[in-house]
């Protein structure tokens, strides 16, 4: 008897599943217009949102900078190489305070440079002709297929006057920025990005335009700052030496100019004179004369260290990916979105369909 029941339980779960499939069937049958109609106005709201997205180009370079692997000298050279291999850091002998591969993001986000990117010129292959970042960004953006929002006037109209600042008393490194270059800074923020591989050091810089060929100016743009930046960090302190010892060396020279000119001019005075005082006085001038082309002569050869030192403090960026001209957009991905809309637009019609042939209160209960 058991046994029986068992099976008749059975058989009715099995009637119940075969009622409820044809139950589904059924209202999908009976509600189809519905579906239809939802899905495809779901997929018509996915295609205009699609072109209200304005096309992107991706321009990229990649940079292997130059390692510092200054040395304390010998032996000790080999065995920071071994150390390093083990993941210890014995740190630099030289001492100098050198800028990491790890940091050059963050150069690419400063302020400074997001100004001097404003500033530069890409040629805008669309409009054939150059315009500064800033005028492509803010003053005449690219605009989409289809406009639902912002209108151009409308951005246009932002506030170009910034914060009342007093004239005097301020620092001179003191950012002030208005509204419209502040937007134009966020909105650059958001299109150049670089990333540092931490296992080799190299360097990937992107940038992201609405114009394939403004894209890869612009990038080659932000490859010649970050070179220069890097550059004039690595030589600041030898370039402000050589500056020092450009000045200290004009001064030895006159220096010995006027002490050689006062020797020769008491010699021509002097010539037929036999006193011991004479002698004495040009004794002392000779002196004179020696000592300011010592310090002449040591100048002019720690200048010329200076100088081999520039060169040797100049970090090598070794270009392995120059920026290219992209020949496709990057997105929007047109397809991929009316496709998302279309299955969202399904999903929803099923929700509906099932919400009213359902009965709530049996479910709830």
Do not use: C
């Not at 009976?30 to 072109?51: E, P, R």
């Not at 979105?337 to 637009?345: A, E, P, V």
């Amino acid at each position: 008897m058991r046994e029986g029941n068992d099976t008749n339980n059975l058989m009715d779960s099995q009637d119940e599943i075969s009622i409820n499939i044809g139950e589904i069937i059924k209202a999908l049958k009976s509600n189809y217009i519905l579906i239809i109609i939802t899905t495809v106005i779901f997929t018509s709201l996915g295609a205009v949102y699609s072109l209200t997205q304005p096309n992107e180009y991706v321009s990229t370079v990649k940079l292997l900078p130059e390692i510092d692997s200054k040395s304390g000298g010998g032996n000790l050279g080999g065995l920071k190489s071994l150390a390093g291999l083990a993941g210890v850091d014995l740190g630099s002998g030289s001492g100098v305070d050198v800028i990491r591969p790890e940091i050059y993001p963050s150069v690419l986000q400063s302020t400074p440079f997001l100004q001097e990117a404003l500033k530069s010129n890409i040629y805008v292959q669309k409009r054939k002709k150059w315009l500064s970042v800033y005028d492509y960004l803010i003053t005449s953006p690219e605009l989409p297929p289809i406009q639902l929002f912002a209108s151009k006037s409308e951005e246009n109209n932002v506030d170009e006057m910034g914060t009342a600042l007093p004239k005097e008393g301020l620092s001179s490194e003191l950012i002030k920025l208005n509204k419209k270059e502040l937007a134009g800074i966020l909105n650059l923020k958001n299109r150049i990005s670089a990333e540092t591989d931490k296992k080799n050091g190299m360097v990937t810089i992107t940038v992201k335009l609405t114009d394939p060929v403004a894209a890869a100016t612009l990038t080659s743009f932000t490859q010649t700052y970050l070179t220069r930046y890097v550059t004039n960090y690595r030589t600041e302190k030898a370039r402000k030496e050589l500056k020092f010892l450009q000045a200290r060396h004009e001064e030895s020279r006159k220096t010995y100019d006027n002490a050689l000119s006062r020797l020769s001019t008491y010699k021509d005075q002097h010539r037929n004179t036999f006193l011991q005082v004479a002698k004495d006085q040009e004794k002392k001038l000779q002196y004179e004369v020696d000592l300011a082309f010592n310090i002449y002569s040591s100048i002019s050869t720690q200048m010329a260290d200076a100088a081999v030192k520039i060169q040797r403090e100049t970090p090598v960026f070794k270009v392995l990916e120059p920026a290219q001209i992209a020949l496709e957009k990057s997105e929007p991905k047109r397809s991929l979105i009316t496709f998302g809309f279309l299955f969202f637009g399904l999903f929803i019609s099923l929700v509906i369909v099932f919400l009213k042939t359902a009965n709530i209160k049996q479910i709830l209960s």
